[in-house]
């Protein structure tokens, strides 16, 4: 399976205004309250250190896994049962998630059979899933029991004709 580029999404903090015709330059943002509040709490914030160095530092633990042996299996099996499988937020009846949503709508516009499995309804299956297949958000298609992506990819492939391509295959196979 090819790779794809990956576009991170801009993530706009709240109160603030963002002008559409000047997004990408950083002086088009503009503090929908008063901006000192919020900056007397961010030097506030700067100026708080740990007490001690040992205090800044983590321990991490092999045990912190949520991917259990008994979970990949469960996970692998969830992934081929069907040649399409959506993990998403909710149903496909009801999404509760626009990502999932936009997902849901190119498969039944495709007029693809798949498996929905709703992630928020087992947080370990949720967790171990992230590791499972290196992705950290929902949803995640797999298609013939390979991952094949989010929202993005998946629209960016439905867009280009790709995915019909990769279902069709699937479904032959």
Same mark, same amino acid.
Not at 112 to 134: A, C, H, T, W
């Given at each position: 399976? $090819? ?5 991170? #999404? ?6 603030? @205004? &963002?002008?559409?015709? @000047? ?5 088009? /943002?503009? =503090? $929908?309250?008063?901006?000192? $509040?919020?900056?007397? *709490?961010?030097?506030?914030? @700067? ?8 205090? %800044?530092? =983590?321990?991490?633990? %092999?045990?912190?896994? %949520? /991917?259990?042996?008994? /979970?990949?299996?469960? /996970?692998?099996? !969830? ?5 399409? &499988? ?12 626009? =990502?999932?949503?936009?997902? +849901?709508?190119? !498969?039944?516009?495709?007029? *693809?059979?798949?498996?929905? &499995?709703? @992630? ?18 929902? #949803? ?22 790709? !995915?019909?391509? *990769? +279902?069709?295959? $699937?479904?032959?196979?």
């Amino acid at each position: 399976m $090819a790779l794809r580029s990956v576009k991170t #999404p801009t993530s706009i903090p709240p109160g603030l @205004i &963002v002008s559409p015709s @000047i997004i990408n330059k950083p002086h088009s /943002l503009r =503090f $929908a309250s008063k901006p000192t $509040a919020s900056l007397a *709490v961010r030097s506030n914030l @700067i100026k708080l250190k740990p007490a001690s160095s040992r205090a %800044a530092k =983590f321990r991490c633990s %092999a045990s912190s896994s %949520a /991917l259990t042996p008994q /979970l990949r299996d469960t /996970l692998e099996k !969830l992934v081929n049962s069907e040649k399409v &499988v959506l993990f998403m937020k909710g149903t496909r009846d009801f999404p509760m998630c626009g =990502f999932s949503n936009t997902v +849901v709508q190119i !498969l039944k516009n495709l007029n *693809v059979p798949f498996e929905d &499995v709703n @992630i928020l309804e087992n947080e370990m299956v949720r967790q171990g899933l992230k590791e499972y297949s290196s992705w950290p958000t929902f #949803p995640q298609l797999y298609i013939g029991g390979e991952f094949f992506g989010g929202c993005d990819i998946t629209l960016e492939a439905f867009q280009s004709g790709e !995915l019909q391509e *990769v +279902v069709e295959r $699937a479904m032959c196979s």
